[in-house]
């Protein structure tokens, strides 16, 4: 059974930097793009940015284009966020996800069929 597991969030002040963690078990991490996405309070959930499965490529959402990265490494099946330049419209919480199709790059998130549990993200002015 495939599992994602979050880890990384808190409570920062605006302009600070967190990296969030997702730690995936069950099936071969390295065969799938994987993704992050949000949601806030009283919001749908949406797109941040997501990754290929070999790195080659990724998508981001413009409102976070130029403040945070997206990596993973396969070698210990881990996704990363590296968050910078934080602001109050970035309070949410953090969701990994990953499709069922392997070798299969997407960033909508009706493609994602697994997803871990969030990780709270506060930021306050």
């Known amino acids: 059974q495939v599992q994602l597991v979050e880890s990384g969030g808190g409570l920062v002040q605006t302009g600070d930097s967190l990296r969030l963690s997702c730690a995936a078990s069950g099936r071969t991490f390295s065969r799938y793009t994987m993704g992050w996405f949000r949601q806030a309070p009283g919001k749908e959930r949406e797109f941040v940015a997501a990754?290929?499965?070999?790195?080659?490529?990724?998508g981001y959402a413009d409102s976070v284009k130029g403040r945070f990265t997206i990596s993973r490494d396969n070698a210990k099946n881990t996704l990363y966020l590296q968050m910078n330049s934080l602001n109050s419209e970035d309070t949410a919480v953090y969701y990994c996800?990953?499709?069922?199709?392997?070798?299969?790059?997407?960033?909508?998130?009706?493609?994602?069929?697994?997803w871990g549990q969030g990780t709270q993200v506060t930021v306050s002015s």
């Open positions: 990754i290929s499965w070999a790195a080659g490529g990724a």
């Open positions: 996800a990953a499709p069922q199709k392997e070798f299969f790059f997407t960033i909508q998130s009706y493609d994602y069929t697994v």
